[in-house]
């Protein structure tokens, strides 16, 4: 079975604090993606990587794929409380599967004011 | 605006009582499938299609139906709802991008099955 992990699992953070969150496999992925998902709504897709070692950069967060595509972080300079919601990663392509989305069970982010 | 609408956002219901929840996208997309989201075990696919008149079977798929006569449309069945049915549930729809399906996630249906 192909798993995500993804770490830590909560964090509670105070605003401006820098943070970092985790997603690591032992299967190699052709891409991986991550999701936002606020308290009732659906998860947001925030950016997909394709390529090992890739970096992205959307406003705060950084997003980097690990070399070997096994692995992945996000890292948010400077959290606001607007970034509060469940970080959720995603990976394709595990055993030639290009369609099939395999889901970690996220890091519940808390940014106090 | 581009979106992906579910409908009911609530739905409370007796064991064994028939019900609907409708899902539909204005993206044009082709691929589109339907998840339950449960504490401890995260997003866990029910069913998919890839076109009109073409599903699949996901991960967990014994005591739901779909169908999608329409590119638009994807509704998801519970033909006699039980218990263990009670969860979040996600349809979404999927753009393909370079070889990676991006998905477009409507905003959910709680269901509690009594």
């Known amino acids: 079975t192909q798993l995500l992990e993804q770490s830590p699992q909560f964090l509670s953070i105070q605003e401006g604090e820098n943070l970092t969150v985790y997603c690591n496999s032992s299967s190699v992925f052709s891409s991986l993606q991550w999701y936002r998902q606020e308290p009732g709504e659906g998860p947001v897709l925030l950016v997909t990587?394709?390529?090992g070692g890739e970096v992205k950069k959307l406003k705060r967060l950084t997003f980097q794929f690990g070399d070997a595509r096994k692995d992945s972080s996000l890292h948010i300079t400077a959290a606001q409380p607007g970034d509060t919601g469940l970080y959720l990663c995603?990976?394709?392509?595990?055993?030639?599967?290009?369609?099939?989305?395999?889901w970690g069970l996220g890091t519940s982010l808390a940014v106090n004011p | 605006e581009a979106q992906v609408t579910q409908n009911p956002r609530y739905l409370i219901t007796v064991t064994g009582k028939k019900l609907t929840v409708t899902c539909s996208q204005n993206m044009n997309h082709e691929y589109m499938s339907w998840y339950r989201q449960d504490p401890g075990l995260g997003l866990r696919q029910i069913y998919y299609s890839m076109n009109v008149e073409v599903t699949d079977k996901g991960d967990v798929p014994e005591g739901y139906k779909v169908s999608r006569k329409e590119k638009r449309n994807f509704p998801l069945i519970l033909e006699s709802p039980s218990p263990n049915q009670t969860s979040l549930y996600f349809c979404?729809?999927?753009?393909?991008?370079?070889?990676?399906?991006?998905?477009?996630f409507g905003p959910g249906t709680r269901l509690t099955v009594t």
């Open positions: 979404a729809s999927s753009l393909k991008i370079a070889g990676v399906y991006e998905q477009y």
């Open positions: 990587v394709v390529t």
């Open positions: 995603a990976a394709t392509g595990g055993a030639g599967n290009n369609r099939k989305l395999i």
